[in-house]
């Protein structure tokens, strides 16, 4: 089943690249959380994938430099969040969907910001 999404989303995105927003309407190449936001409010299955496939890319990038300066096997200094194991796709997407709603000045920020916040908001490290 890994595989299957892995081959779909790697497939999707030439194509979510081309349906994406021009230059233009992301302020001049920024990426922001609002037009991340709009993405994932899309119902059709490419930009559900891409907009999937962003989320868990921040957020691999995001723990990955966590673990390069200081580990992610739990709450650290600079911990941003603790993802259950086995979390559904889903769940990501509405962590941040839900974090740029509720914060509005958020809609400025730039995407992999907002997607390290919201789910920072939803899945807190536990813990000393």
């Known amino acids: 089943m890994l595989r299957a999404l892995i081959c779909v989303g790697t497939l999707a995105l030439p194509l979510a690249a081309m ?6 309407t992301l302020g001049g190449g920024k990426f922001t959380a609002g037009d991340l936001h ?3 409010s ?3 299955a490419i930009s559900r994938a891409a907009c999937v496939s962003y989320i ?3 957020a691999d990038g995001v ?4 673990d390069a300066i200081g580990g992610t096997t739990g709450p ?4 941003y969040f603790c993802l259950p194991d086995r979390i559904e796709p889903q ?3 509405d962590a941040v969907r839900r974090y740029v709603a509720d914060n509005p000045d958020a ?6 910001t907002a997607v390290s916040l919201g789910l920072e908001k939803s899945f807190p490290c536990k813990g000393d």
């Open 91 to 93: 769940r990501l997407v």
């Open 56 to 58: 868990r890319g921040a």
């Open 107 to 112: 809609a400025g920020y730039n995407a992999s």
């Open 38 to 40: 709009k993405l994932c």
């Open 63 to 66: 723990f990955n430099t966590i």
């Open 42 to 44: 899309q119902t059709d």
């Open 19 to 24: 349906a994406a927003p021009t230059t233009a």
């Open 76 to 79: 650290r200094v600079g911990q």
